[in-house]
């Protein structure tokens, strides 16, 4: 009866193996994208490169459909899945604010930082 047990545990962790490695590699690619919209957007900020509010608004726009995938994606019941979607709903929100502030570089300043603030303190305490 126990290898029936340790068999079947195996073989079901072994068939999900194939979907936590699919979600994983799906985040990265995102926290890769968002990752190169930062660096975009600090450049617009500091003057490196022309401020385009248009451009702005589109990459806080993304921010905010993914995060609320990712938010949404994450159905466990543990302590960790629910402060995971409740960083993505919030982080959501944040990028809501700061597309909302998105017209000049002064209004959005403080929106983008709480933002990247968001995305510290997740990647702080689930270390990447």
């Known amino acids: ?3 029936v ?3 079947t545990c195996l073989l079901a962790s072994v068939a999900a193996l194939p979907a936590t490695v699919s979600a994983a590699s799906g985040l990265r690619g995102i926290m890769k994208t968002w990752r190169s919209h930062q660096r975009t957007t600090e450049a617009m900020l500091t003057g490196r490169t ?7 608004r589109q990459m806080l726009q993304r921010y905010a ?3 609320g995938q990712i938010a949404t994606a994450s159905t466990g019941q543990s302590a960790e899945a ?3 979607r409740a960083r993505f709903a919030a982080f959501q929100a944040d990028a809501r604010a ?3 502030a998105s017209d000049t570089p ?3 300043k403080p929106s983008f ?3 990247m603030s968001d995305c510290q303190s997740c990647h702080d305490l689930y270390k990447d």
Do not use: T
């Open 113 to 115: 930082r709480q933002v």
């Open 1 to 3: 009866m126990r290898r």
């Open 98 to 100: 700061a597309q909302a």
């Open 5 to 7: 047990l340790v068999a």
């Open 65 to 67: 459909d993914e995060a």
């Open 106 to 108: 002064q209004r959005l």
């Open 82 to 84: 629910r402060d995971i």
């Open 50 to 56: 022309g401020f385009d509010p248009a451009a702005i």
